[in-house]
Structure formats: structure tokens, C-alpha cells
């Protein structure tokens, strides 16, 4: 069975920095391209970024780009997101997925696999 587990959400405020963390079992996670999406209340399911299996390539987001840095370890089966520089408008759950695709992109509908999310509040 299939498990990825989302860790290290919370409140910080605006400025600050938050890394989450993404745990996979029951998959070959090197096999795997990886993302980060996020869903704010009353908002679409949107992507963060992605990093392909051997973290070659990275993509993100405009909104994210020169604050968030994905990252994966293969050896720990685990993915993160160091998010720095926090906005309110950051404020979200945040979702990690796997992918049997050899690259990360953008639409859910590539991911194979999704944890339950971790909440991120950022106050201002």
C-alpha cells in the first residue's frame, strides 16, 4: 500500500520560514518524479513545484520561484519543501504526490499518488 505522509506544517508569520516534509513507503520512490501542490480554502488545487527522480530538473511556480526550494533524498524515501520568505497568501494545505512520469509537471492529473496534506498558515 502506498503511503506519502506530509510533516512540519504550522503557523509562522509572514517572513519566516516553514520546511515540509514528504515520507514515502510501499513505492520505489527513486522511480518516482516528485510535487508539491497546495489548495487554499475556497481555491482550485494549485501546483508548487516538482523535482524529477534524480533531482536534475526542478520547476515551479511564478508565485514560489526564488522563495520555495524542493528537495529529495532517495536514500530517506523523502521529499521536502523549504518554503522561506512566507506570505499570507501562502497560507494553504499543502499536498506531496508521486508520479510515474519521468518529469515533474504541473497537472494533478500526472500524479499517481497523494498524501492527506499538512496545513501551512502564514500571519501577517
Known amino acids: 500500500q502506498v503511503q506519502l505522509v506530509e510533516s512540519g506544517g504550522g503557523l509562522v508569520q509572514a517572513g519566516g520560514s516553514l520546511r515540509v516534509s514528504c515520507a514515502a513507503s510501499?513505492?520505489?520512490?527513486?522511480?518516482?518524479?516528485m510535487g508539491w501542490f497546495r489548495q487554499a480554502p475556497g481555491k482550485e488545487r494549485e501546483f508548487v513545484a516538482g523535482?524529477?527522480?534524480?533531482?536534475?530538473?526542478?520547476v515551479y511556480a511564478d508565485s514560489v520561484k526564488g522563495r520555495f526550494t524542493i528537495s529529495r533524498d532517495n536514500a530517506k524515501n523523502t521529499g521536502y519543501l523549504q518554503m522561506n520568505s512566507l506570505k499570507p497568501e501562502d497560507t494553504a494545505v499543502y499536498y506531496c504526490?508521486?508520479?510515474?512520469?519521468?518529469?515533474?509537471?504541473?497537472?494533478?492529473?500526472?500524479?499517481?499518488?497523494w498524501g492527506q496534506g499538512t496545513q501551512v498558515t502564514v500571519s501577517s
Open positions: 523535482i524529477n527522480r534524480n533531482s536534475v530538473i526542478t
Open positions: 510501499g513505492l520505489t520512490f527513486s522511480m518516482h518524479a
Open positions: 504526490a508521486a508520479s510515474t512520469q519521468s518529469l515533474p509537471g504541473s497537472p494533478p492529473n500526472l500524479y499517481d499518488y
